[in-house]
């Protein structure tokens, strides 16, 4: 594992010319401390990396060094083929180019590892898409497509918002069938703040043709799993106790917008739950598809809740 993470080192001060020892950690998953253990034998095995200090400093590779470590194996092949999303490369007007690009790398890579990629296309597909809804479509995703690329500031009018805004867009993503665009507002008394647009809900964008500077050290990754918790974390603010049956357990992990604070198991087959969910209406609607394998503790009033509604159902079909 360290020997991959070394090499996965080199390639990415390779690539982006200078990264921080917290950058690379993230990128990792591991430690800073262990960055810079790594990155302290890689100068010992005579790798030319170099620390440059100061608040735009990092760790870089000398300007002349090109490793040569970039041979993909079997697994790697593999992988980078699978993952594709069809879907997104024909949003984003790359299907065809994404063929050539396939062809020309199968080309480029040993017949083992062709015949890996062929074996794990042939078997594994991923698709993002939900069983039950179409695609957001928006006709507006080329023109932000362009000024994403060419960092190029928007002006957007955005839902029912009765004003267009103007916006440094910094990326897209692709959610399951849905695209985001995050930007960072550029004018008004909120400039300088970051926002998350749903593109079908665009109803005009314009490129100002204007230029702008991203952000140092902005990660499009890092900042929508940062959003997504903060957006998910504000949503959850109704905590409740409740006792389940064994076998209903897994099932209140898929409530949506919910999460198991803690689950304790009890001697009788039943667990002790803690959860939060986003409000009263939104626990009673998913638990009363629990039926008898749920027993609300806490609160009371969700417990009245829960009687009032399976009485009401009880009085409507006992006829």
């Given at each position: 594992m360290r020997a991959e993470r070394l090499v996965q080192i080199v390639l990415l001060l390779q690539s982006r010319g200078r990264l921080t020892a917290g950058e690379l950690a993230r990128h990792l998953e591991v430690s800073p401390?262990?960055?810079?253990?790594?990155?302290?034998?890689?100068?010992?095995?005579?790798?030319?990396?170099?620390?440059?200090?100061?608040?735009?400093?990092?760790?870089?590779?000398?300007?002349?060094?090109?490793?040569?470590?970039?041979?993909?194996?079997?697994?790697?092949?593999?992988?980078?083929?699978?993952?594709?999303?069809?879907?997104?490369?024909?949003?984003?007007?790359?299907?065809?180019?994404?063929?050539?690009?396939?062809?020309?790398?199968?080309?480029?890579?040993?017949?083992?590892?062709?015949?890996?990629?062929?074996?794990?296309?042939?078997?594994?597909?991923?698709?993002?898409?939900?069983?039950?809804?179409g695609r957001d479509a928006s006709p507006w995703l080329p023109v932000i497509q362009q000024a994403v690329w060419g960092e190029h500031r928007m002006r957007l009018r955005y839902g029912s918002a009765p004003d267009p805004v103007v916006v440094e867009p910094l990326g897209l993503v692709a959610k399951k069938q849905s695209w985001y665009l995050v930007a960072r507002l550029s004018e008004g008394d909120h400039a300088g703040e970051y926002r998350t647009y749903r593109t079908v809900r665009i109803e005009h964008a314009a490129d100002t043709g204007d230029t702008f500077t991203r952000p140092d050290g902005f990660d499009l990754a890092e900042h929508w799993e940062r959003t997504n918790q903060r957006y998910f974390a504000g949503l959850r603010r109704y905590p409740v106790r409740l006792r389940v049956r064994g076998r209903a357990g897994p099932r209140l992990r898929w409530a949506p917008n919910a999460v198991v604070d803690e689950a304790a198991e009890r001697p009788d087959g039943w667990w002790d739950v803690a959860m939060t969910f986003e409000s009263a209406y939104e626990t009673r609607v998913y638990l009363l598809g629990l039926a008898g394998d749920v027993v609300v503790l806490e609160p009371a009033e969700l417990r009245a809740d829960m009687l009032r509604a399976a009485r009401d159902f009880l009085d409507h079909h006992s006829g």
């Open positions: 401390r262990t960055i810079q253990r790594d990155l302290d034998a890689l100068s010992g095995a005579g790798f030319p990396v170099y620390a440059d200090r100061g608040r735009a400093g990092g760790w870089s590779l000398a300007a002349d060094y090109r490793t040569r470590l970039t041979g993909l194996n079997p697994a790697e092949t593999a992988a980078l083929f699978v993952a594709s999303t069809a879907h997104v490369l024909a949003d984003l007007g790359l299907d065809a180019a994404a063929g050539t690009a396939t062809a020309k790398l199968l080309a480029t890579v040993p017949a083992h590892a062709r015949r890996d990629a062929d074996v794990a296309r042939e078997r594994v597909l991923v698709d993002h898409a939900d069983w039950q809804h």
